[in-house]
């Protein structure tokens, strides 16, 4: 028995599928494993013992450190039956920025900053004025 793990959104099932299919049209092979959607690496104890049962084990994690954390538990849990598949989109944060070709340098962090400039400018606005205009 084989199966997948994806850590974060369904977003990156969607995309694994999607480049499974690119890479592959004629024969994808969508039907022929299993999948788990962790949706965040704190429900991994909970999917540790539907994995028992499986004989491979293909990683898709983010490549952070949550993701590598997870990763390397899951690697001493389950030793060589676990392939980690992060490996294929290092420079990448997740399947979806592999997909969307977005590296980790037009990551998350940029849009951070961003949005704290942003923040920082409304708050350089001098006050409204208050009272009735004629």
């Known amino acids: 028995k084989l199966i997948k793990i994806n850590q974060k959104r369904f977003m990156d099932y969607l995309s694994f599928l999607s480049i499974r299919v690119r ?3 004629q024969c994808p092979r ?3 494993q299993d999948y788990i959607i962790l949706n965040s690496v704190s ?3 909970k999917a540790e013992g539907i994995l028992a049962d499986y004989s491979q084990i293909g990683c898709f994690l ?3 450190t949550a993701g590598r954390t997870a990763c390397e538990h899951l690697q001493a849990r389950f030793g ?3 392939s980690d598949k992060s490996i294929h989109y290092s420079e990448y944060k997740d399947l979806n ?3 969307c070709g977005k590296p980790l340098s037009q990551s998350a962090e940029p849009m951070k900053q961003e949005r704290q400039v ?3 400018r409304r708050m350089m606005q001098p ?3 208050r009272g009735l205009k004629m």
């Open 23 to 25: 890479n592959n049209p």
């Open 97 to 99: 920025d592999y997909l």
């Open 30 to 32: 969508l039907t022929t």
């Open 80 to 82: 060589e039956r676990l």
């Open 127 to 129: 006050p409204k004025k």
């Open 118 to 120: 942003q923040s920082a």
């Open 43 to 45: 429900n991994l104890a």
């Open 62 to 64: 983010d490549n952070d």
